[in-house]
């Protein structure tokens, strides 16, 4: 089955900074979503992103469907931003996701 | 617009007893649904999915089992609850095969 890896596990940034979090596919997904778990477990639609790129206030994702990886972006962080992010990608309606990546935004 | 619900929010089970989650959704006609479950650490796995009434398609073999009784009405089942089954069950849904929204979860922990 498709395998995900996201990259990279653990993230530490000060407020203000910039970041970039990494998902790869061992294969060709149609489709593909990023998501924020809150400290609550409810996931939080970041981004349905296939192919191309979309940009959300300081979010952004770019999806490269032929390389099989997807990045988001999170600029000028915030503390609220904390908590962890999944990729998840796959064929048809089955996602596979990634095991996360848990952000930590200092004040 | 379209909610979904689930419940209960906690749960808490003895080894052996039976278990029954629900997930409704609202606000959409024949969505496919899907229950996941999210165990210690991070990572989300699929577990069943439905297409239509009584389609279930299951992923990962185990000691659970889903029904789809009504168009909007998902239910994840145990007739003999294991420690294993413990976690956050997680409930989404989708127009066709496109993005998915999910539920606020179930925290089960069988003891």
């Known amino acids: 089955g498709i395998q995900v890896e996201q990259s990279p596990p653990d993230l530490i940034l000060q407020e203000g900074a910039n970041s970039t979090l990494r998902c790869n596919f061992s294969?060709?997904?149609?489709?593909l979503q990023w998501f924020h778990q809150n400290p609550w477990g409810q996931l939080i639609n970041l981004f349905y992103?296939?192919?191309g790129t979309k940009q959300n206030g300081r979010l952004s994702a770019t999806t490269v469907a032929t390389e099989r990886y997807s990045l988001l972006y999170i600029s000028s962080s915030q503390t609220t931003d904390s908590g962890v992010y999944f990729c998840?990608?796959?064929?048809?309606?089955?996602?596979?996701f990634g095991q996360g990546t848990e952000l930590s935004v200092k004040p | 617009s379209q909610t979904i619900h689930q419940w209960p929010a906690t749960l808490v089970q003895p080894v052996g007893s039976p278990l029954s989650l629900e997930c409704t959704v609202e606000?959409?006609?024949?969505?496919?649904l899907y229950w996941y479950r999210q165990a210690a650490g991070r990572g989300l796995q699929l577990l069943f999915y439905?297409?239509?009434?009584?389609?279930i398609s299951s992923e990962v073999p185990q000691n659970l089992s889903a029904s789809r009784p009504q168009d909007r009405q998902f239910i994840l089942s145990s007739k003999k609850l294991l420690l294993s089954d413990s976690g956050f069950y997680l409930c989404?849904?989708?127009?066709?095969?496109?993005?998915?929204?999910f539920g606020p979860g179930t925290r089960l922990t069988v003891l």
């Open positions: 294969d060709s997904v149609n489709n």
């Open positions: 998840a990608g796959g064929q048809g309606g089955k996602l596979i």
């Open positions: 439905s297409v239509g009434i009584g389609q």
């Open positions: 606000g959409t006609s024949n969505p496919n």
């Open positions: 989404a849904w989708s127009v066709d095969s496109n993005e998915q929204f």
């Open positions: 992103i296939p192919s």
